[in-house]
């Protein structure tokens, strides 16, 4: 299956073998040989995920709000912080707060992510995480700790050249496999929607003005693809009452698009997702 293929069906619903939320970091979901730490591609490893079908695209593709950017002082590395409103249908799900910290070399992010389920109204969802990445946002360390109705699990990442590795600790022996990867790719892993600002900045780097393809791994899918990003339209748009110009950028991954604004100063304000019907604006 190609890259963009397995992207887009991550993206676009939560098909596959891993288990509901309610079984997250299930020790069954892998086969015997993953606990001694192999190497695959395609590989399939316990995803943090909802119990419906196409409940996890409406929570990769949810809001990004309240940003801002601090300016370093006493020689500390500038940073950005922001709160993200998650919405569906109209209605507030949830909510999830980071910070990204970056140096001359490399970029450090924090969050924490609240929300429910919105078929399983009683079903909460907690995931706190940490990003460690070099140059161009290519990712040294990633940890992420979630908790489903009560139920705990730990995924740590480490990476070398052309290499990924992740352990699983929660509900049974720890697994640890491995996927192949190239030179350069980033982050963007299943219900962290600030991990989308390192895919914006990549694109403003790389001149912003024609079509770009990233690699991306999705660690807790154990997936790795490409999206295909490019500029639509500038526009203005209406932030707190005031006006300020954006660029609309679009992500493809082949079956599903996600329409990114960007301001001048590199914030993302605001997503859509027309195959969902969703529209997310900046509180």
Not at 188 to 195: F, M, Q, T, V
Request: charged content about 25%.
């Amino acid at each position: 299956m190609k890259t963009t293929d397995r992207l887009s069906r991550i993206l676009h619903k939560n098909e596959g073998t891993g288990p509901p939320a309610a079984r997250l970091l299930d020790a069954h979901a892998a086969s015997p040989t993953d606990t001694r730490g192999s190497v695959s591609r395609p590989g399939r490893m316990p995803a943090c995920c909802l119990k419906h079908p196409g409940s996890l695209a409406l929570v990769l593709t949810a809001a990004l709000t309240c940003s801002v950017r601090l300016a370093g002082t006493g020689g500390k590395p500038p940073v950005e912080q922001g709160e993200f409103s998650i919405l569906w249908d109209g209605k507030e799900i949830g909510s999830e707060t980071y910070v990204i910290q970056d140096s001359t070399d490399s970029c450090v992010s924090t969050s924490i992510l609240d929300f429910h389920n919105p078929t399983e109204s009683r079903q909460k969802v907690r995931m706190e995480t940490r990003l460690e990445m070099g140059r161009n946002y290519v990712p040294r360390a990633y940890l992420l700790k979630s908790d489903v109705d009560g139920t705990r699990g730990t995924m740590t990442g480490s990476f070398a050249p052309n290499q990924a590795m992740f352990q699983y600790v929660g509900g049974g022996k720890p697994q640890k496999r491995g996927l192949l990867v190239g030179n350069k790719y980033t982050v963007l892993d299943s219900n962290i929607y600030h991990h989308f600002i390192f895919l914006a900045r990549l694109f403003e780097r790389g001149g912003g003005e024609k079509a770009q393809e990233f690699e991306v791994v999705i660690p807790q899918e154990m997936e790795s693809g490409a999206l295909r990003m490019r500029p639509l339209r500038r526009e203005t748009l209406a932030v707190r009452g005031k006006k300020r110009e954006v660029r609309v950028l679009q992500l493809d991954t082949g079956a599903l698009e996600i329409h990114l604004w960007v301001d001048r100063d590199g914030l993302l304000q605001r997503i859509s997702v027309p195959a969902r019907a969703l529209e997310i604006l900046r509180r």
